[in-house]
């Protein structure tokens, strides 16, 4: 006997009517629920009404109850999801979900709470922030030298087989270290091997002798374009190696693939059962390797990569690069590592600087306010010109990438507006969502040009807050009127602008998307009223899970396939245990992540 075979796939239902001698004669569109398909039946049956039905595998494989908030606008609410081969197949109302559960349907509930998409990180640096929990002197909020000196030790102490020891997160501020910063001089005694130092923002290296030796450091090393060596006053460098001079240490840094694997799969473990699922590593070659493409790309292949992973590479303009060779190398090296969680979506720019109290580097329309600055007319560092920058842009829409670009100076966020507008003149709009990160310092009449051109808005809540005994030390290079009105959140919201939330882990550490969601919205931290930051441009708690979630997937180019608890999507979700929607902003923070699942597996759960 002829018969209706009714199926479930991941895309939602269909049928076949299929002949006695299992012919299939003819297949139905893909129906969004059971009972469209079982309709859809009926309407075709009074052709062939000698068919029988034959329906037993239209039941899903889970189906969860809960408090579901799903950053879906169609569909704001929902009571219960059923999930199928990874994917939503059903987001509504408890009643409609009943007939989707068979006899070997999964049945959870959760009562109280909110169940959300899974949240992001739209900037950060694990696989580096991983390996340096692992394999490095941890120096972050070390506020004091003899701490500073006694980490190091330690690390030579536990790793006498290490060949260069290296240490990250130290802070360059003149109350550590004087005016003049850190010196090679500090570091002397501890090992006769090359020592090799990162600050807190990833911006330089402090070194000792043995380092500068092994690399044929001297007097005679010239400066270069777009960094500083640190010099005494006959020329001898200091050990600090600001900005493109890090390049002189490079060859001493980095992990080899295995180190990166096992650095991120700490991340991982770490940041799922945080609720975090999406992440993208804003410089994936920052020891001017493949190595961390590589790491990524081989956990992808052995089925250890939970979360969705994306990488940013990044281009230089300097001594001994060819930019563009560089932004064709990432494209290569995309399709050879592209695999179903981890992307190298983003060519990577750091156009300028960061702020500091003193010779800011990040690049303003307007000069910094310290005397020095004043003096010189300084207005911070650009890392590019304006045609290699545009070139960049045009050839890396080309190669179908976007360009991940930090800014946090007004000026470099009006430049990169301005060569991507060129860029766009060449070759035409495209839709590969640009993005711009940190945008410490926005002059507000860039922010609909952003939005016009479809720019990402890679924001920093986590940075927000200033605490009033920072306040002058901020005043002093900045000017009161541009710190006040720093990270203009609710501003890009307004305006159209596609936010997403980012830590620039291990900078911010730890760097929970939970934390981040309140602070966008407090502005200030946790626990601390009195470090709120301009007010005004407080975002909302909807804003702000959006940005961890529905928009980060915009900014990957993934909005069709997550980001959000709709039907058709993977089915990516936390079980937070509160709701967060509902409580005081300010307790965000203390909200538990009870379950995280990605693609339909729970990939975390609270022991
Ligand atoms: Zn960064």
């Given at each position: 006997m002829s018969k209706f075979s009714a199926k479930l796939t991941p895309a939602g239902f269909s049928f076949n009517l299929i002949t006695d001698n299992n012919e299939i004669i003819a297949t139905s569109q893909v129906y969004a629920s059971k009972g469209a398909c079982l309709k859809g039946i009926e309407s075709v049956r009074t052709n062939a009404p000698w068919a029988k039905l034959v329906a037993e595998d239209l039941f899903a494989e889970r189906v969860i109850y809960g408090n579901f908030y799903t950053v879906d606008k169609k569909n704001p609410k929902a009571e219960a999801v059923a999930i199928f081969g990874g994917h939503f197949i059903y987001v509504g109302d408890a009643e409609g979900v009943k007939e989707l559960i068979g006899e070997n349907t999964k049945v959870e509930r959760y009562e109280g709470g909110l169940i959300?998409?899974?949240?992001?990180?739209?900037?950060?640096?694990?696989?580096?922030?991983?390996?340096?929990?692992l394999f490095e002197a941890n120096l972050l909020k070390v506020f004091d030298v003899d701490e500073f000196i006694g980490r190091i030790k330690t690390l030579i102490e536990k790793h006498p087989e290490y060949e260069v020891y290296q240490g990250f997160g130290f802070l360059t501020v003149k109350e550590v270290f004087g005016p003049f910063g850190p010196t090679a001089d500090m570091l002397d005694g501890l090992s006769d091997k090359p020592i090799v130092l990162a600050d807190m923002g990833l911006h330089s290296y402090l070194v000792n002798h043995a380092a500068m030796k092994r690399l044929g450091i001297s007097k005679d090393t010239p400066d270069v374009s777009d960094g500083i060596v640190v010099r005494y006053e006959d020329g001898t460098p200091t050990g600090w190696f600001r900005e493109g001079a890090m390049a002189y240490i490079k060859p001493l840094v980095g992990f080899t693939v295995e180190q990166y694997k096992e650095g991120f799969l700490r991340y991982q473990e770490e940041y799922l059962a945080h609720g975090m699922t999406i992440f993208m590593d804003a410089i994936i070659n920052w020891d001017y390797t493949d190595n961390?493409?590589?790491?990524?790309?081989?956990?992808?292949?052995?089925?250890?990569?939970?979360?969705?992973?994306?990488?940013?590479?990044?281009?230089?303009?300097?001594?001994?690069?060819?930019?563009?060779?560089?932004?064709?190398h990432a494209a290569a090296l995309r399709e050879r590592t592209k695999g179903p969680m981890f992307d190298l979506?983003?060519?990577?720019?750091?156009?300028?600087?960061?702020?500091?109290?003193?010779?800011?580097?990040?690049?303003?329309?307007?000069?910094?306010?310290?005397?020095?600055?004043?003096?010189?007319?300084?207005?911070?560092?650009?890392?590019?010109?304006?045609?290699?920058?545009?070139?960049?842009?045009?050839?890396?829409?080309?190669?179908?990438?976007?360009?991940?670009?930090?800014?946090?100076?007004?000026?470099?966020?009006?430049?990169?507006?301005?060569?991507?507008?060129?860029?766009?003149a060449q070759t035409g709009p495209c839709d590969l969502r640009d993005a711009v990160a940190h945008l410490e310092v926005v002059d507000h009449a860039d922010i609909p040009r952003m939005a016009k051109l479809g720019v990402v808005a890679s924001t920093d809540p986590f940075w927000i807050p200033l605490?009033?005994?920072?306040?002058?030390?901020?005043?002093?290079?900045?000017?009161?009127?541009?710190?006040?009105?720093?990270?203009?959140?609710?501003?890009?919201?307004?305006?159209?602008?596609?936010?997403?939330?980012?830590?620039?882990?291990?900078?911010?550490?730890?760097?929970?998307?939970?934390?981040?969601?309140?602070?966008?919205?407090?502005?200030?931290?946790?626990?601390?009223?009195?470090?709120?930051?301009?007010?005004?441009?407080?975002?909302?708690?909807?804003?702000?899970?959006?940005?961890?979630?529905?928009?980060?997937?915009?900014?990957?180019?993934?909005?069709?396939?997550?980001?959000?608890?709709?039907?058709?999507?993977?089915?990516?979700?936390?079980?937070?245990?509160?709701?967060?929607?509902?409580?005081?902003p300010a307790k965000i923070v203390d909200t538990s992540v009870l379950r995280t699942m990605v693609g339909g597996e729970w990939v975390y759960t609270r022991a």
């Open positions: 959300i998409p899974g949240m992001s990180d739209g900037h950060c640096h694990c696989s580096v922030g991983g390996a340096v929990e961390e493409v590589l790491a990524l790309h081989e956990l992808d292949k052995e089925g250890k990569l939970k979360m969705h992973a994306y990488g940013a590479y990044q281009v230089f303009q300097a001594e001994g690069h060819d930019t563009i060779a560089e932004v064709e979506i983003n060519t990577k720019i750091q156009l300028d600087g960061t702020i500091s109290p003193t010779l800011g580097t990040a690049y303003m329309k307007q000069a910094y306010c310290d005397p020095e600055s004043q003096k010189t007319g300084n207005r911070g560092q650009l890392r590019m010109d304006m045609d290699t920058l545009t070139a960049v842009y045009r050839r890396s829409h080309e190669l179908g990438m976007a360009v991940h670009l930090h800014a946090i100076g007004d000026g470099a966020l009006a430049m990169a507006l301005d060569a991507i507008e060129k860029a766009n605490p009033p005994e920072l306040e002058p030390i901020q005043n002093y290079g900045l000017g009161k009127e541009r710190t006040a009105a720093m990270h203009p959140i609710k501003s890009f919201f307004d305006e159209g602008v596609v936010v997403s939330s980012a830590s620039d882990y291990p900078i911010t550490y730890p760097a929970y998307a939970l934390e981040g969601i309140q602070m966008g919205v407090t502005r200030y931290q946790p626990g601390r009223p009195d470090s709120l930051h301009c007010p005004s441009e407080c975002a909302t708690v909807d804003q702000m899970i959006q940005a961890c979630t529905l928009n980060a997937a915009r900014q990957f180019q993934s909005e069709d396939r997550y980001g959000s608890i709709s039907v058709g999507k993977e089915a990516d979700m936390v079980v937070l245990e509160q709701d967060i929607t509902a409580c005081d």
